[in-house]
DNA sequence: ACCATACCTGACTAAAACGGTCAAGTTTAG
DNA sequence: CTAAACTTGACCGTTTTAGTCAGGTATGGT
């Protein structure tokens, strides 16, 4: 299971961005400074949420990045699954008939780790960006 | 957020001493073969194990480990704490009153890892030893 | 035309975490 | 008295993390 601060900061990059896209595209540097998070390592990130077509980028002066769909269609999954953190709890591979100890059936606790990990799942595809930036509508920067 | 081999460990073999406890102690050798642990990793996790009251050991020839209390009260959540594996979602430090990005105000996304917390920490203590022991019943190594 | 702004890309890295191993015991049953 | 099993703590190679750095390229305002 990961949750890094890749993942973290890219939610918390985007609610940043959906609160302030109305208008004009948000450059990373606004990012940056109002959430303190590194410029390049934002660059790095927005670069995958741009592959995975979350985020549309516009160059040149007075540029920055926008959405590309409804805050209430992007789902934490996409997120997450955007910048490669992957809810994975099981240790084998799904597909794979070998056990994670390497035996021929299923460990033990496998049940357990895969039960966990649609409960998690869950959790993911139960929120979208829209929920998030709507707990924050009081409590401006 | 952490879930590592440690904790997965920890539960696979819980679950393993669980079953076959009823009449003797059962030795780290066993569960290491059985369940392809190293035994030195093993070792490690039980000197964890012991130490929060969750199994006691018995020494000498014919030795090994027997479950401290009732597999029904030992939660998920015990094992876990007890080999430092914490469910810890949000990066501030929960009592202080700065946020994870130095701020005086919790950060944008601090609910919802809140949340998440909560939601995983539920998983755990609704789960049992006992609840794993039963679900493994019929497969038998 | 120019140049500041902002996006874009990839290589690089210090530090931490992970997943153990190794060594050297101590205790107790048989 | 000795082998089996628990006990403790130091150690360590590898991988991952969380960025940094260095160099681009595109664009629009003046
Ligand atoms: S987690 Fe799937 S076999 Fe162990
Ligand atoms: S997670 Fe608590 S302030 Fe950011």
Redesign the interface.
Known sequence: ???T?KG?YA??AL??LARFDSINPVSLRDISLR??ISLDFLEQIFSKLKKNNIVKSIRGINGGYILNKDPNDIKLTNIFHAVDEKVK?V?CKKDSKKGC???A?K???H???DE?EV??NT?FEN?SLQD?VK??RD?R?
């Open positions: 299971m990961k949750l601060s973290r939610v918390m609610v940043d959430q303190s709890t240790q100890n390497g035996k059936t460990c033990i606790t049940d357990l780790w966990l409960h998690i959790f929120k998030l707990n924050n409590s920067v």
